[in-house]
T-cell receptor
Framework: DAKTTQPTSMDCAEGRAANLPCNHSTISGNEYVYWYRQIHSQGPQYIIHGLKNNETNEMASLIITEDRKSSTLILPHATLRDTAVYYCIVRVIGNQFYFGTGTSLTVIP | NAGVTQTPKFQVLKTGQSMTLQCAQDMNHEYMSWYRQDPGMGLRLIHYSVGAGITDQGEVPNGYNVSRSTTEDFPLRLLSAAPSQTSVYFC????????????FGPGTRLTVT
């Protein structure tokens, strides 16, 4: 599965949109982009995933560039409870999940 | 549904001792897996199973055994604990479908002295 690159940490003001980038320049055509987050020491939580098209659910939006070499997770109105480590994972369906070190997002009051 | 449950929540072992970390899910998920997370690092896959009777190794399998006799349970056995196995262990399950959305348990914090 392709490797991903994420910034180590980011800050976001409460109520503003949080935009978390992820680079996956070696992604292949059958690899999906997944996002998970881990709040404090809890088990990771699924957020969203996509292949080519942009996706939106009740938690977030996923924007994938046309060449699929990068993506952005958008939390539209960040709250303090969104402070967490966010993991971007690229994988082929059926293959295993490999978590990197993710982006530590701090939402500031 | 209870989701994914793990026991115990905390455990302290002496070097050389063996133990089993329990994991159970009540969502009838085919896929189950074990991860470990060391301080400041991401999760690393230890073992996984795509169904009862089928297991395979992940990224860091040495020192651990698993079995999957039922769909619901996926225990992780530490054969002879070592200080390097001090970590937080997470179990996860997911359906085998297009999303493979994984549901994680609360974790077991293991310290080996």
């Amino acid at each position: 599965d392709a490797k991903t690159t994420q910034p180590t940490s980011m800050d976001c003001a409460e109520g503003r949109a949080a935009n978390l980038p992820c680079n996956h320049s070696t992604i292949s055509g059958n690899e999906y982009v997944y996002w998970y987050r881990q709040i404090h020491s809890q088990g990771p939580q699924y957020i969203i995933h996509g292949l080519k098209n942009n996706e939106t659910n009740e938690m977030a939006s996923l924007i994938i560039t046309e060449d699929r070499k990068s993506s952005t997770l958008i939390l539209p109105h960040a709250t303090l409870r969104d402070t967490a480590v966010y993991y971007c994972i690229v994988r082929v369906i059926g293959n295993q999940f490999y978590f990197g070190t993710g982006t530590s997002l701090t939402v500031i009051p | 549904n209870a989701g994914v449950t793990q026991t115990p929540k905390f455990q302290v072992l002496k070097t050389g001792q063996s133990m089993t970390l329990q994991c159970a899910q009540d969502m009838n998920h085919e896929y189950m897996s074990w991860y470990r997370q060391d301080p400041g690092m991401g999760l690393r896959l230890i073992h996984y199973s795509v169904g009862a009777g089928i297991t395979d190794q992940g990224e860091v399998p040495n020192g651990y055994n698993v079995s999957r006799s039922t769909t619901e349970d996926f225990p992780l056995r530490l054969l002879s604990a070592a200080p390097s196995q001090t970590s937080v262990y997470f179990c996860a399950s997911s359906p085998v479908d297009i999303s493979y959305e994984q549901y994680f348990g609360p974790g077991t914090r293991l310290t080996v002295t």
